[in-house]
């Protein structure tokens, strides 16, 4: 088994920065690609971005040039560093894990991020 913990989250203005990080334990081993998704009161979850063993990276459109996914496999620790935070960036953010063997999504319980003057 994998656990995921998300930390990191609060409340900060628009314009401000925040870094989340995801705290990776138990069958490490096992995890390939890993990524922070965010899920707004009302609407689906959704990939922020993502990011491979050898440190490929993806974005959704919406955060490109904002948000900058990392992840140190040595500490087992992922980050998500987030500048220009805007209102709609409000949401609970999640760290995920994918199964290099059977494809099974790992996730954490989710951190708060909210975006308020």
């Known amino acids: 088994q994998v656990q995921l913990v998300e930390s990191g989250g609060g409340l900060v203005q628009p314009g401000g920065s925040l870094r989340v990080s995801c705290a990776a334990s138990?069958?490490?081993?096992?995890?390939?690609?890993m990524g922070w998704y965010r899920q707004a009161p009302g609407k689906q979850r959704e990939l922020v971005a993502s990011?491979?063993?050898?440190?490929?990276?993806n974005y959704a459109d919406s955060v490109k040039g904002r948000f900058t996914i990392s992840r140190v496999n040595a500490w087992n620790m992922m980050y998500l560093q987030m500048n220009s935070l805007q209102p709609e960036d409000t949401a609970v953010y999640y760290c995920?894990?994918?199964?290099?063997?059977?494809?099974?999504?790992?996730w954490g319980q989710g951190t708060q991020v909210t975006v308020s003057s």
């Open positions: 995920n894990g994918k199964d290099a063997v059977n494809g099974q999504d790992y």
């Open positions: 138990g069958s490490i081993f096992r995890i390939s690609d």
């Open positions: 990011i491979t063993s050898v440190g490929n990276t």
